[in-house]
């Protein structure tokens, strides 16, 4: 298997970053203590309800927030052995795409609709490896080959209005890949997809990842996806994380309320006729949290010591 010229041993380690965004009323604590660790060449998940602070982990780690509108308070990022908090924007812009890329949620959002795939490719492709256009193209052709994507050539000349939203979702795997980088953040990539389109894009960035020897760190609110996924997981809640383990641990012996009352939720766990049940209450506000467990004021087995 392929390494992508980084050290498999390290990948992307997470050390107690804490992160708030000021505001008028105060500072919103939306990270509180993040430790996460990718030491080996595996998929983990980062799992948990919308707006719990996940893709604000990873887009701190690799210096995709906007400078000026956050604090980090605490902490520390290394990836591949680099401090990606004290680098410049000159220095993050060779980290992104080069020793890590981002599959995003949205290709619409991500791809510029105005330019033709294959330039988009080329372009990523010729910024950060010393290749001719001509062999960009190539590049290009077989990785959208190898995404399933039957008439690549057609597929270069379209533009993104032209293609389905699996296409475009193939089209983003195929520029994260493009540059051969050793971690991939892959951040609710199959949310907007049908199941069926689902699966294909999932097995895309397995395979692809096995093939290259990538890292990934697969953000999802859907635990059915994770768990055909991830080798481990992380569970957050509030902008902590609350459970962390082997999926199958976490998924069949979970130790923390917040993760037992997401399984509960889920429908095949509901027997049929039998109403759906869902979490009470809402987050805590996260200007003012609640000492102890945030968990707490939502959580049926609490108790004073929480």
Known sequence: MANSAQDPSEALSISGLSLEFPTFSGPVKALDNISIEIGKAEIVGIVGESGRGKSVTTMAATGLLPR???D??????SLFGRNTLAMDDN???HVRGKL??????EPMNALNPSIRIGRQLTDVIM??????LAEARRIAHDILADMLIGEPERVMRAYPFELSGGMRQRVL?????SSNPGLIIADEPTTALDVTVQAVILRLIQNRARKTGAFVVFISHNIAVVSQLCDRLYVMYAGR????GATRTVLEAPQHPYMQALLRCLPERVAPKQELEAIPGAVPDLLHPPAGCYFRARCKEAVERC
């Open 100 to 105: 890590v890329s981002t599959i995003f949620q």
């Open 91 to 93: 220095q993050l812009q």
């Open 127 to 132: 910024a950060h490896e010393k290749r001719t």
């Open 68 to 70: 000026g509108r956050y």
């Open 241 to 244: 994380i609350v459970e962390s």
């Open 173 to 177: 795997i195929a520029m994260a890949f």
């Open 72 to 77: 980090i308070t605490a902490g520390s990022v």
